[in-house]
């Protein structure tokens, strides 16, 4: 079963995917889809307030958050990662829970990427806020590092999300029940 979207004028057909007996969701990748994600980095950064980095939550939104970086002109972003890296050095981390991975996990920021967030403002991208624990988590790792955030970008915002204020998306995605139909 897939569910058709048009995203920054790009149709695409997303691939349901069950999370458990009653509820399903609808897969966004944009690894290898260079279109759509060149055009909604656009279109999100028609959309961003002024910033001085992008950041986001490692590993799906990396395509966009590069994209949205070399359209900007900036030579730099900040991931947040999964894992700590044997390069760095002060790590800020934190947990979060995310409807797609199972069980709690960790994001870890790079002592010298919290330096450059220091009194910087900072916009958080995410390929797809369903709950907002991702967002969550990157913007207490932005706080802690003394960063201003200015602005929570997604290219979908799935379910509830859709009803955020402090979020701006390009298209709302539905959940979906056991046989594939929206909720």
Known sequence: MVYNITIAGVNRDLQLCRLNDSLMIAGLIIYGDVELTCRSAAALLEKAPDFD?????EAKA????????????????ILARKAPKL???????????????????????????????????????DDVVSTGESLRAVEALVNKAGG????????????DAKNRSDLTYLEPLPLFDSNGKPL
């Open 148 to 159: 201003t955030i200015v602005g929570k970008m997604a290219i979908l915002a799935e379910g």
């Open 62 to 77: 990396i395509p966009l958050i590069h994209e949205m970086a070399r359209q900007s002109g900036r030579n730099d972003y």
């Open 53 to 57: 980095y992008l950041i986001a939550p």
């Open 87 to 125: 390069y760095m050095k002060d790590i800020f981390e934190i947990e979060v829970r995310s409807i797609t991975t199972a069980g709690t996990q960790k994001l870890y920021l790079d002592g010298a990427d919290a330096a450059k967030m220091k009194g910087k403002r900072i916009l958080i991208v």
